[in-house]
């Protein structure tokens, strides 16, 4: 069975591989991952605060005066808390590079055009193959605009595209307004690859303490859904790669996110669960699929429930969503 695919330039044996997460701190995890079968390795990212942190010679241990400025210092991790510091993640880079012979994706995390940037280009140097921008950002201002938004996100990526030479994929999250517009933004000015969607964790509220507290869930399969649409409104309408992440836990989940347009499928939540080799698990249960249903190669399944073909997706999304609304039954 050809499982083969095309992601960011690179020719795959398959779409598989772990998305951005703590696995790859551990350089014998990263192995066991590619004895699985991954088909790259995604690090998970490096922070704008902690290079800007960094730059300012930690400015945690600085005396604030302002006490404004002091409380929100305190919103953030302290330096120790991240696994990872900027020159130890270049360095680990280098350590996984050697270690495995499969694409190595970086990733940054960040939200303004600033120096942190350059980092792009140091992640290139020290061997990432590939670079993932994940443009985390919660707009909270009642005067911020939709376009400053859209706008600081372009800037951003444009910016990276011009200092490295190595491909460079978008983490995108699904809220703005008219996203198939901000994807083709994305896709002109030389985005390799979009990725969706990148998983907010949303805060709780400990009303005892009265204190905010993190609250992290591991995604499952119902998350997929929102991504199957999407990939199906995109797929066949851009240049870049699509890569779907969030949601995907068994076979048929990675079926349904390929059949939507799919080029590659990054899992985690399930890898934590389950351990790395689940990977050669699934890419086998997926096989076994294709030849049950007489298919020959990924590429006769990519795409074949997108929405190209259908003359108006506008009339489609409506008449599925009226559908939907019509069909409860008690």
């Known amino acids: 069975m050809d499982l083969s695919t095309s992601y960011l330039g690179f020719t795959l044996p398959h779409p598989f591989m772990p998305g951005a997460s703590p696995m790859v701190d551990d350089l014998d995890t990263v192995r066991r991952l590619e004895d699985a079968g991954a088909a790259a390795i995604v690090m998970h990212s490096l922070f704008e605060e902690q290079i800007t942190l960094e730059q300012l010679g930690t400015i945690h241990h600085m005396d604030a005066h302002a006490e404004s400025f002091a409380e929100a210092l305190s919103y953030f991790p302290q330096p ?9 993640y270049l360095d680990q880079v ?3 590079k050697a270690a495995v012979n499969v694409p190595v994706i970086a990733s940054l995390n960040g939200t303004t055009p600033a120096g942190w940037l350059k980092y792009a280009r140091l992640m290139q140097e020290a061997g990432a193959d590939a670079l993932e921008l994940n443009v985390y950002y919660v707009a909270t201002g009642v005067g911020e605009a939709a376009a400053s938004v859209e706008g600081r996100l372009l800037e951003i990526v444009g910016t ?4 490295v030479r190595i491909p460079v994929a978008v983490k995108l999250s699904p809220f703005f307004s008219a996203f198939a517009h901000m994807a083709h933004e994305l896709d002109g000015i030389g985005a390799d690859g979009l990725i969706i969607f990148n998983r907010f964790y949303q805060p709780d509220i400990d009303v005892d303490e009265l204190a905010v507290v993190p609250s992290l869930r591991l995604s499952d399969s119902s998350e997929l859904l929102l991504r199957l649409r999407w990939l199906a409104i995109l797929s066949g309408r851009l240049r870049a790669s699509l890569a779907v992440t969030g949601g995907v836990h068994t076979a048929l989940d990675a079926i349904k996110a390929v059949m939507s347009g799919a080029h590659a499928v990054q899992m985690v939540s399930a890898l934590l669960e389950r351990g790395p080799a689940y990977l050669e698990h699934i890419r086998g249960e997926m096989v076994a699929w294709m030849e049950e249903h007489e298919y020959e190669s990924l590429a006769q399944m990519r795409g074949s429930m997108s929405l190209e073909r259908c003359p108006d997706p506008a009339a489609f999304e ?9 069909s409860y039954r008690r």
């Open 80 to 88: 120790d808390a991240y696994a990872l510091g900027p020159d130890a």
């Open 318 to 326: 409506r008449a599925n969503y009226m559908r939907v609304l019509q």
């Open 94 to 96: 280098r350590r996984i």
């Open 160 to 163: 990276v595209k011009r200092d």
